[in-house]
């Protein structure tokens, strides 16, 4: 395992861009890694032997990590897995092709192309078009495992892209959370599909309120530790970002949905690839807040891994984006001023007036 690891880092050292960015002692002294040792999208112990695989045409881990997610009922590894299988594919497609063409209904195998061809989809200036065409792909997921709720999260991303109506969002999301009560993966999708501006409209569908309605009653619902008690941070990052003024969040909602995030991050172990893509949207949030110690803190959790999610929405090098952010939060919370809050995780907004905050 030791060797396919440092395989595997080998690997996406070698395919990223080069920076050429000398050593840090400031990063150093601020307890954060040099930027060349930041990952991008590093898989967990489990993801990498069967990316490096892969990357040999071998197409047997992947299908045995699968299945095993599949035996078990692990939908929530099952979804990661999926999602970053299929993006291995769209870039490097012959051990997939093999795989496809020896097990032409093997579900998990099927689970991977309907990803795959809708993330391509989405990809396309024909988006719509092309995310109608890959209902047949979806359906045989969705029909080779029917206990899966992984295809329905995929079927809820191929509705927002295709503008489907609500009444099809609903169905969708019935199947989902019927197989599935818990799934972060359809909860974040149907968060997505609320919070798209088509379905903002003026009586309140869809609008950032009803976004966060949804996301708090889920958060309160949500299984201890479970990620879903993040998705009011999700609702947060969509209304920081896609807010077109129609509709306001008050502040200490944003800032609630921070904490809960805040809160759920201390109970996952540092430097943990698991963990990275929540702690890098709540880095992005905390930034969009001006809670810099905050950000710092979670920083320093995060360690070398840095995720596509959330820094590719705006940037075509996310890593690149990442690195910036990173920079200007240490700029603006040094270390000294955040050793307290290191060693004892606690919010820097409590006690703050937000009266004359956005």
């Given at each position: ?261 805040v809160a759920l991050s201390a109970t996952h172990p540092a430097a943990d690839p698991w963990s990275a893509e929540l702690r890098n949207l709540l880095t992005y949030v905390l930034v969009g807040l001006d809670r810099w110690q905050d950000a710092f803190l979670q920083l320093r959790l995060t360690g070398p891994y840095a995720t ?51």
């Amino acid at each position: 395992m030791v060797d396919t690891m440092a395989s595997l880092r080998a690997f996406l050292r070698a395919t990223r861009t080069e920076r050429n960015t000398p050593p840090s002692p400031l990063l150093a002294a601020a307890g954060l890694p040099a930027d060349d040792e930041v990952l991008l999208d590093a898989p967990d112990a489990r993801l990498g032997p069967s990316l490096v695989a892969a990357g040999r045409g071998d197409y047997g881990p992947a299908a045995e990590l699968l299945a095993a997610t599949r035996a078990g009922a692990e939908w929530e590894s099952r979804d990661r897995y999926v999602i970053r299988l299929a993006a291995f594919a769209h870039s490097r497609a012959e051990w997939f092709t093999s795989w496809r063409a020896a097990a032409p209904n093997d579900p998990d195998a099927l689970l991977v192309g309907a990803e795959l061809a809708v993330a391509r989809a989405w990809a396309s200036p024909a988006r719509a078009e092309l995310l109608h065409q890959t209902g047949p792909l979806v359906e045989a997921a969705a029909a080779a495992c029917p206990r899966d709720p992984v295809p329905w999260r995929i079927a809820l991303d191929r509705a927002r892209g295709s503008d489907a109506d609500h009444g099809e969002f609903e169905r969708l999301w019935g199947e989902a959370v019927r197989r599935s009560p818990h799934h972060h993966g359809s909860h974040v999708a149907a968060l997505q599909y609320l919070s798209t501006s088509r379905f903002r409209s003026s009586g309140g569908l869809g609008s950032h309120r009803e976004c966060f309605d949804f996301a708090e009653r889920a958060a309160q619902d949500a299984l201890p530790g479970s990620l879903v008690q993040a998705l009011p941070l999700h609702a947060a990052f969509a209304c920081l970002t896609e807010g077109d003024g129609r509709t306001v969040v008050d502040r200490a909602r944003l800032d609630a949905a921070a904490d809960a995030a805040v809160a759920l991050s201390a109970t996952h172990p540092a430097a943990d690839p698991w963990s990275a893509e929540l702690r890098n949207l709540l880095t992005y949030v905390l930034v969009g807040l001006d809670r810099w110690q905050d950000a710092f803190l979670q920083l320093r959790l995060t360690g070398p891994y840095a995720t596509s999610f959330p820094w590719d929405r705006f940037s075509d090098d996310p890593l690149g984006r990442f690195l910036e952010t990173r920079e200007e939060v240490r700029r603006n919370a040094p270390a000294d001023r955040c050793a307290v809050c290191a060693g004892h995780p606690r919010s820097e907004h409590g006690g703050r007036d937000h009266s004359g905050d956005h």
